[in-house]
């Protein structure tokens, strides 16, 4: 995860492809009960910056807990809807008749949502370019869905920083201070 980038543009041919990584992501019963918001231009990242700065208390919109984030030409948010997917599972073909959630062991909405962030930051990487995920807080979630228009039904699983990397501003995160797992601390083969 990159948490400083500097504000030189990014190529449209490249967010395109960021794009098309992510409509690559897997869906239970190909229900693609997803979507991205993409904000590129100043006038829609400014207002999201600023919705998440004055939730941290900064009053200016740009306070250090997103500086140098802010930066990043280009933000695309993960959105998720659980309707889509029960109404997908009620049709005929997956044999269940109603939309009880109940039968879902996990919310694949959101795993799925989860995989296309995961897609767009694994082309970042490979267009050289770094990326960040992070959460929206759940009280602003209301205040989000009015600012950029987001139906009721779409809830954001987070949100994915995109740009060119800024080394010497990244202070870095939990990483440089939590050790990654070993392998023989992370993989049982066969038994726990």
Known sequence: MV?????EPIDPAVVRRLLTAANRAPS???S??????VLEQPDQLRPFWE????QNGDDDGS???WDPVIRAPLVIVPLSCKDIYLDRYAREDKGWTDRDEARWPVPYWHIDAGFMALLMLL???DEG??????GIPPVLIGSFRNLFGVPEQYLPIGAVAIGHPDPAADRGGSSRVIKRLSLD???HHGRW
């Open 3 to 7: 948490r400083a980038f500097t504000a």
């Open 28 to 30: 239970a019963g190909f």
């Open 32 to 37: 693609q009960g997803y979507a991205l918001l």
């Open 51 to 54: 919705l998440l700065s004055f």
């Open 63 to 65: 306070g250090p807990a």
């Open 123 to 125: 082309a970042a990487v």
């Open 129 to 134: 370019l770094g990326a960040l995920f992070f």
């Open 185 to 187: 601390e992370l993989v």
